[in-house]
């Protein structure tokens, strides 16, 4: 069974940047896409970003397009989110998550292993 560890996260302040880390247990290349989610508390979770299997296509939601970079590192079976530009709304627990499907990548369903979360915090 695929296993994702996340570290990462923290609190930061408004316009700062944190990268998030997902290590997976076996290699996900040409395989699984990897989507990250968030959590914001009080809302359902919602998908933030997500990178195909073959690392050719990248996926964004509007909140976060042009301030968030997703990327693989294959060799070391690691997915990274970079997030710059960051903002109050950002709070939430983020998620890693690994599907066999890119199409839909944002949404929830598409994704079959999990990551436990790690908490971000954007607060002055």
């Known amino acids: 069974q695929l296993q994702l560890v996340q570290s990462g996260g923290g609190l930061v302040q408004p316009g700062g940047s944190l990268r998030l880390s997902c290590a997976t247990s076996e290699s996900t290349k040409d395989i699984y896409a990897i989507g990250w989610f968030r959590q914001a508390p009080g809302k359902e979770r919602e998908g933030v970003s997500c990178v195909s299997g073959d690392d050719r296509y990248t996926n964004y939601s509007a909140s976060v397009k042009g301030r968030f970079t997703i990327s693989r590192d294959n060799a070391k079976n690691m997915v990274y989110l970079q997030m710059n530009s960051l903002k109050p709304e950002d709070t939430g627990v983020y998620y890693c998550?690994?599907?066999?499907?890119?199409?839909?990548?944002?949404?929830?369903?598409?994704?079959?292993?999990w990551g436990k979360g790690a908490q971000v915090a954007v607060s002055a």
């Open positions: 998550a690994a599907g066999a499907l890119f199409r839909l990548c944002l949404l929830n369903e598409r994704y079959d292993w």
